[in-house]
């Protein structure tokens, strides 16, 4: 078999570790009960192992394990609470206010709650991505009920200051829901010190297994109120009925667990070989970071570039590095993406963008191989289109 690309897509989602995979195992054909079924020892040692999970989680961002509510991940966890908090709160108000730059997962529940006559903000961010406070502050009035800033991006990876977002929440008295799919053990969370009511997160960010995430949901000062999306058998008090996934949320914790060890020493690591990366490549003319250069993701790379066409590049890198491009492709044109467009970009630089994510198992030797055939290619396309 041939050798296969890099792989630096690691904002898409992540190789799950080894160390996870033996943690879940078990769960499949050994204890395979239903944590549910409280009458016999099969039923028992699946509810140990989801409550365990649920500690896990419940410690990483400060919250009680009764507050942690497992979905199918952070897609459903965003739908869960933007659509669950407009349906109990529609008679308080029926505004709610977030940000351009957010996930489709987010985006598009607010998008679906103004075709029944909600009101949303989507708030622009400054050039570097970050949200404007002031301006946040100036949107909120009697009638928001909801306020949906996420954590760290997918695409530019910039980090919101959640503890000041959560801290003008607070004084007005409005719901603060942050998703953090790309922040869960990359970056420090603490519900308590932010001030945030709900947080979406999900494991296949973190290198536990896909199809599994959770939704943080306050349950004193405030008790967040919540209209359930799946109705059931009653689990997870109501608010998420489903047999729960007994392997996928033991992959969750322990992916969640070893993010947490490494944290600190990873981050470090990723981002000497980010900022390596990011030397190499500015020595480039015409090639730009995109986002904050400080307040962003360890592992993220953001650049777009000048006088190359974005899908010739992505042509020209694909057999050496799988990396994601700043534009959403459909079959017959390239629009850039919404997260650069909304950091000001024109259409034609927006064009040529490369988001390289980096992770646990990225190492020097790779970066040292994609940032020289990233820029040799840049070259030979630059010169092509010369010569044109
Ligand atoms: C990946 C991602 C999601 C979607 O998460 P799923 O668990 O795949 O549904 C939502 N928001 C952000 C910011 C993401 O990066």
Redesign the pocket.
Known sequence: MSQRPIYLDC???TPMDKRVLEAMLPYFTQHFGNPSSISHIYGWESEAAVKKARETLANAINCRPEEIIF????????NLSIKGVAEAYYNQGQHIITIQT?????LDPCHYLETLGFEVSFLSVQKDGLIDLDQLEKAIRPETILVSV?????EIGVVQPLAEIGKICHDHQVLFHS?????IAKIPLDVQQMNVDLM??????VYGP????ALYVRRRDPRVRLAAQLHGGGQERGLRSGTLYTPQIVGFGKAVELGLEEMESEGKRQSQLRDRLWKQLSQLEGIYLNGHPKKRLPGNLNVSVEKVDGSALLLGLQSVVAVSSGSACSSTVTTPSHVLTALGHQESLAYASLRFGLGRFTTTEQIEQVSQSTISTIQSLRQATVRL
């Open positions: 904002h898409a989602t979905t199918s991940g952070a897609t459903e966890a965003n957010e996930h489709r997962a987010v996420m954590a760290a991006n997918n998703d953090a799919a790309q922040a979406s997160l999900t494991a296949h960010k896909k199809g599994i995430g």
